[in-house]
């Protein structure tokens, strides 16, 4: 009889313990159960057609030309990165060297997990508003920080800023900020942001601003924290051309930033994807430079699509928090009897078929959130329309 061998590894389980406490995201599970059920999937926010054409034709000719489809260059193509310069001004009035200043990215969670990796060591505290996309916590826990959440609560989602105040502590090292906010669809206003960018200068906070949903703010208008005064030199800018140009497969995001700060990033960066999006970094870059009335008819069908999915949701009996910007509408299960969102949302599919995601997921105060649902209005209308008349069911 072959003698017993020890466990691979020891007992020491294969995981980092640092990750131990995230599986499988949501995301995941909840498109497989959308595919497994053949439900209407509302949960991912990803859009259901592509973006421009002109767009992707771009993307094709740079492949055809040879541009990308070796290793481009480790800080982005220089069309793109004076592309995204040229954005920042346009809009913002923010001007920034394209050389020493911007930087490409795969996508914003490439960015946002090699600007906490860069900039965060072990011990150092974070304050992050709270429900927050799954990523953020992987990377404070990877990067060995501790997150400090600023809870925003229903129904008005603001921050707590006299809290955020108090929150701050010797060990806090940043600022990591989403606005337009994911899920909650809560857009700064000028006034909060002022608030927040005192404190960060008051107590020399570095702050990271993940700000991808900025064409997609439905009421007034976006403001970049580092147009603020202080905060030019102690922040890190994050977009990326997914969410603007529903092209979110090609993994193309920046950070805008002071050189020392882009520097420390890229060392980051470097050791992730080093290089990645090639050909499609060119097409983005053209797409930078299309017109307002793109950017506004995209922003003026996602408004529609927003109002056609809260309308059938308020119908259906849930309490709707309208959004201010982003893909998608939070919405409370309790008028409709239901004490958990995850459970009910694990149970929609087949019910109704329409899959949703649980914004529980999205805290450390599960309670907080423990009622309360996120959906995505970044389909096609007559998919949208079919999602309402099936939860009419409920």
């Given at each position: 009889?072959?003698?017993?061998?020890?466990?691979?590894?020891?007992?020491?389980?294969?995981?980092?313990?640092?990750?131990?406490?995230?599986?499988?995201?949501?995301?995941?599970?909840?498109?497989a159960l959308a595919a497994r059920t053949g439900s209407i999937n509302l949960g991912q926010g990803f859009p259901d057609t592509d973006g421009p054409a002109e767009i992707a034709e771009a993307a094709v000719r740079a492949i055809r030309d040879g541009r990308g489809n070796?290793?481009?260059?480790?800080?982005?193509?220089?069309?793109?990165?004076?592309?995204?310069?040229?954005?920042?001004?346009?809009?913002?009035?923010?001007?920034?060297?394209?050389?020493?200043?911007?930087?490409?990215?795969?996508?914003?969670?490439?960015?946002?997990?090699?600007?906490?990796?860069?900039?965060?060591?072990?011990?150092?505290?974070?304050?992050?508003?709270?429900?927050?996309?799954?990523?953020?916590?992987?990377?404070?826990?990877?990067?060995?920080?501790?997150?400090?959440?600023?809870?925003?609560?229903?129904?008005?989602?603001?921050?707590?800023?006299?809290?955020?105040?108090?929150?701050?502590?010797?060990?806090?090292?940043?600022?990591?900020?989403?606005?337009?906010?994911?899920?909650?669809?809560?857009?700064?206003?000028r006034e909060e942001l002022a608030a927040i960018a005192e404190l960060a200068v008051e107590r020399d906070l570095l702050v990271v601003t993940d700000e991808v949903y900025e064409h997609l703010v439905f009421e007034g208008g976006h403001t970049p924290l580092a147009s603020?005064?202080?905060?030019?030199?102690?922040?890190?800018?994050?977009s990326s051309a997914g969410k603007t140009f529903s092209f979110t497969g090609w993994k193309v995001g920046w950070i805008t930033a002071p050189p020392a700060l882009v520097s420390a990033v890229r060392s980051a960066k470097q050791f992730l994807t080093y290089v990645s999006?090639?050909?499609?970094?060119?097409?983005?870059?053209?797409?930078?430079?299309?017109?307002?009335?793109?950017?506004?008819?995209?922003?003026?069908?996602?408004?529609?699509?927003?109002?056609?999915?809260?309308?059938?949701?308020?119908?259906?009996?849930?309490?709707?928090?309208?959004?201010?910007?982003?893909?998608?509408?939070?919405?409370?299960?309790?008028?409709?009897?239901?004490?958990?969102?995850?459970?009910?949302?694990?149970?929609?599919?087949?019910?109704?078929?329409?899959?949703?995601?649980?914004?529980?997921?999205?805290?450390?105060?599960?309670?907080?959130?423990?009622?309360?649902?996120?959906?995505?209005?970044?389909?096609?209308?007559?998919?949208?329309?079919?999602?309402?008349?099936?939860?009419?069911?409920?």
């Amino acid at each position: 009889m072959a003698p017993m061998s020890a466990p691979v590894g020891g007992d020491r389980p294969f995981l980092n313990r640092r990750l131990a406490s995230f599986g499988t995201t949501i995301f995941a599970e909840m498109s497989a159960l959308a595919a497994r059920t053949g439900s209407i999937n509302l949960g991912q926010g990803f859009p259901d057609t592509d973006g421009p054409a002109e767009i992707a034709e771009a993307a094709v000719r740079a492949i055809r030309d040879g541009r990308g489809n070796q290793y481009p260059p480790g800080p982005g193509v220089p069309e793109l990165r004076q592309a995204v310069a040229a954005h920042q001004q346009r809009f913002y009035g923010l001007a920034y060297d394209p050389d020493t200043e911007v930087l490409v990215t795969a996508g914003a969670t490439e960015a946002i997990a090699a600007a906490l990796l860069a900039l965060l060591e072990p011990g150092d505290e974070v304050i992050a508003l709270e429900p927050f996309y799954d990523s953020y916590a992987a990377c404070i826990a990877m990067a060995g920080a501790v997150r400090v959440p600023l809870t925003l609560r229903a129904p008005h989602f603001r921050p707590d800023l006299d809290a955020l105040r108090d929150a701050v502590t010797p060990r806090t090292r940043l600022l990591l900020l989403n606005t337009p906010h994911n899920p909650t669809g809560t857009v700064l206003t000028r006034e909060e942001l002022a608030a927040i960018a005192e404190l960060a200068v008051e107590r020399d906070l570095l702050v990271v601003t993940d700000e991808v949903y900025e064409h997609l703010v439905f009421e007034g208008g976006h403001t970049p924290l580092a147009s603020l005064p202080g905060m030019r030199e102690r922040t890190v800018t994050i977009s990326s051309a997914g969410k603007t140009f529903s092209f979110t497969g090609w993994k193309v995001g920046w950070i805008t930033a002071p050189p020392a700060l882009v520097s420390a990033v890229r060392s980051a960066k470097q050791f992730l994807t080093y290089v990645s999006s090639g050909p499609f970094q060119y097409a983005v870059a053209e797409a930078l430079s299309l017109p307002d009335t793109y950017y506004e008819a995209f922003r003026a069908d996602l408004a529609a699509k927003r109002d056609l999915l809260a309308e059938g949701l308020d119908a259906a009996g849930f309490r709707v928090f309208r959004p201010q910007g982003t893909y998608f509408i939070t919405t409370d299960v309790s008028p409709l009897g239901e004490k958990d969102g995850l459970a009910f949302c694990r149970a929609l599919p087949e019910r109704c078929g329409v899959v949703a995601i649980p914004n529980q997921v999205f805290y450390d105060d599960r309670e907080a959130g423990a009622t309360q649902v996120r959906w995505a209005f970044c389909k096609k209308t007559e998919v949208l329309r079919e999602a309402v008349d099936r939860l009419r069911a409920l």
